[in-house]
């Protein structure tokens, strides 16, 4: 059964590495559901993650799943401490922390850049990671970590990459790289430089001289009258 994990693993990791640049180390993510099941199975993650992998692997967190753990009390004593000794990646939520399973839907928005894979017992967040491609997604069974296969949501998206209807964030950042190496960024910065408009003078129109006025012809009249008494 072991040796068939790790082949469906291994299967489902050339599938993400291909298509969407996932790579070693590999950066997981837990939350506090994930942490317990590990400690009800007696698992130990830092050991069997790597094996499972059969790769170098680094356990993360959130604030927020930190702090969330902090206030469900004893109950969750033990998958805190686990928590705890996992690498805290920075979230969007350094002011007002939000729940666990909201904190790591964040992490892996706008096309999970940084290529995290989410672990978590809750199948509402399982369902909600499913709708985003290029997310892998770690439960526990029978005591057993399982790597789940790629979603039909991502298996789509890769279908529409290779018709050439999308262009995937592996093929994205690949592109701006080149470009990055070959200076064209830099002087696509310079041409919206030169693009932007120069400070121009005062409008001519404002500058005309003011016109002289024009003297009534009856005062003008009056005047010469006084003039000439």
């Known amino acids: 059964m072991k040796i068939t994990r790790q082949k469906h693993a291994k299967k489902h990791l050339g599938f993400f590495r291909n298509n969407f640049g996932v790579r070693e180390p590999y950066q997981i993510l837990l939350d506090g559901t994930f942490c317990q099941a590990a400690l009800r199975g007696r698992i130990q993650l830092r050991e069997q993650l790597p094996r499972y992998l059969m790769g170098e692997t680094q356990l993360c967190t959130t604030r927020c799943v930190l ?14 401490l686990i928590a705890q000794k996992c690498q805290v990646r920075n979230c969007p939520h350094f002011k007002n922390a939000v729940s666990g399973s909201e904190c790591l839907l964040a992490m892996v928005e706008e096309g999970n850049p940084h290529h995290y894979f989410v672990a978590t017992q809750d199948q509402n967040l399982s369902m909600k ?4 491609p290029g997310v892998p997604l770690m439960f526990i069974i029978q005591n057993t970590i399982v790597l789940d296969k ?18 995937s964030v592996h093929e994205k950042q690949s592109i701006k790289q080149l470009k990055e190496e070959q200076g064209l960024v830099k002087n696509q910065e310079q041409r919206r430089r030169k693009k932007r408009k120069k400070i121009s003078g005062p409008n001519p129109l404002s500058c005309l001289k003011k016109k002289k ?15 000439r008494k």
Not at 71 to 80: I, P, W
Not at 150 to 167: D, I, N, R, W, Y
Not at 213 to 227: C, G, L, V
């Open 67 to 80: 702090k969330e753990l902090e206030t469900l009390g004893k109950d969750l004593y033990g998958a805190k």
């Open 129 to 132: 990671v499913k709708k985003k």
């Open 150 to 167: 790629p979603s039909p949501k991502t298996v789509a998206f890769v279908k529409a990459v290779e018709s050439g209807q999308l262009v």
């Open 213 to 227: 006025k024009t003297q009534d012809p009856e005062s003008s009249a009056s005047e010469k009258k006084r003039k």
